[in-house]
């Protein structure tokens, strides 16, 4: 039999650690791109579970598992892909409660006509950029982060 105690401490939520303050998270981006070329895929559930891959990010839709990982190894698993892109890791940290960093940061790269997809993790922002935009899109970030400072 367990008490209020125990059950308190079995249900602790862990706060997030990272920065909240927009100007503090503009300032410290320092975005780092990867130097491997990344593809999205979509693969229903039992088949995710029969392959072995070691995907950069996963979720699950209604429509079946969408996995990010590197082109190389969606090839070598024979898997339809879209969107070859390159990752930018956005290296500040920055709290998952943080308001309107991914909001300022596309608004940014779509004035600059570079397609995005965002993915944020525990600590970091990620994005994928189509990889003929991604010199551009660090040139976009890194002068957002001028500019906050």
Do not use: W
């Not at 650690?17 to 491997?36: A, I, K, N, Q």
């Not at 956005?90 to 960093?101: E, I």
């Not at 965002?118 to 990620?126: R, V």
């Amino acid at each position: 039999m367990t008490g209020k105690g125990d059950r308190e401490a079995n249900s602790q939520q862990v706060l997030p650690p990272g920065e909240t303050r927009l100007s503090h998270l503009l300032v410290g981006l320092s975005p780092e791109l990867d130097s491997e070329v990344y593809v999205f895929a979509q693969v229903l559930p039992h088949q995710l579970a029969q392959l072995v891959l070691s995907p950069l990010g996963q979720f699950q839709e209604a429509e079946g598992v969408t996995v990010v990982l590197t082109q190389a190894e969606a090839e070598a698993a024979q898997l339809p892909h879209a969107y070859p892109c390159r990752h930018i890791t956005l290296t500040v940290q920055s709290n998952l409660a943080a308001v309107g960093l991914l909001a300022t940061v596309t608004q940014a790269l779509a004035a600059a006509g570079i397609s995005v997809n965002a993915m944020s993790a525990y600590a970091h922002d990620h994005l994928f950029v189509p990889c003929d935009r991604a010199d551009a899109a660090i040139a976009v970030l890194t002068a957002l982060s001028e500019a906050a400072r």
